[in-house]
T-cell receptor, first 114, second 112 residues
Framework: EAGVAQSPRYKIIEKRQSVAFWCNPI?????LYWYQQILGQGPKLLIQ????????DSQLPKDRFSAERLKGVDSTLKIQPAKLEDSAVYLC????????????FGEGSWLTVV | QKEVEQNSGPLSVPEGAIASLNCTYSDRGSQSFFWYRQYSGKSPELIMF????GDKEDGRFTAQLNKASQYVSLLIRDSQPSDSATYLCAVTRPSGNTPLVFGKGTRLSVIA
């Protein structure tokens, strides 16, 4: 079974520039998450999708971050304009939502804002 | 008060010893509890989850849950250098089974 795919793996941008990350969840997983993990901290949920609807985006900085999952499969997370404090790993994860509550993480997209 | 608290460590144990990792959570209604392992530069991977009070064993790993004390722990028996990693505790909010709320993690170092 293929895991959660993310791209790009690494990105360096200047502050005020924009960046987009892409995620393809495990096949059949209805629930998709984007987490932000700053160095030395645990992952923090940015947004949760159930199919193509948003379940929780309470911690998403909506003035600069946006995310979509138009067809209920792939998802894109965008940051515009980026700030230095956005330097982090952006982890996409998915779950089947069918008991067990097991969430599977992708390898992450490492962002450095300079 | 943070939702999920862990001692950041590092926790150093000799090879073959028992490593004990602890976690407390603030929301008494939390339902499910998870331990993830994260190697440096890698994504978190699930080790164990526990729902009920008591102990749950899986190989060298034992998760312990005490809901009255709002405390969950992970014991690693016969620790190996390959166990050296950051261990993340995560809980689910009472509003639903997901998403997970993570602690900052405890860095474990097993010394050969």
């Amino acid at each position: 079974e293929a895991g959660v795919a993310q791209s790009p793996r690494y990105k360096i941008i200047e502050k005020r520039q924009s960046v987009a990350f892409w995620c393809n969840p495990i096949s059949g997983h209805a629930t998709l998450y984007w987490y932000q993990q700053i160095l030395g901290q645990g992952p923090k949920l940015l947004i949760q999708f159930q199919n193509n609807g948003v379940v929780d985006d309470s911690q998403l900085p909506k003035d600069r971050f946006s995310a979509e999952r138009l067809k209920g499969v792939d998802s894109t997370l965008k940051i515009q304009p980026a700030k230095l404090e956005d330097s982090a790993v952006y982890l996409c994860a998915s779950s089947s939502g069918m008991g067990g509550n097991t969430i599977y993480f992708g390898e992450g997209s490492w962002l450095t804002v300079v | 008060q943070k939702e999920v608290e862990q001692n950041s460590g590092p926790l150093s144990v000799p090879e073959g010893a028992i490593a004990s990792l602890n976690c407390t959570y603030s929301d008494r209604g939390s339902q499910s509890f998870f331990w993830y392992r994260q190697y440096s530069g890698k994504s978190p991977e699930l080790i164990m989850f526990i729902y009920s009070n008591g102990d749950k064993e899986d190989g060298r790993f034992t998760a312990q849950l005490n809901k009255a004390s709002q405390y969950v722990s992970l014991l690693i028996r016969d620790s190996q250098p390959s166990d050296s990693a950051t261990y993340l505790c995560a809980v689910t909010r009472p509003s639903g089974n997901t998403p997970l709320v993570f602690g900052k993690g405890t860095r474990l170092s097993v010394i050969a």
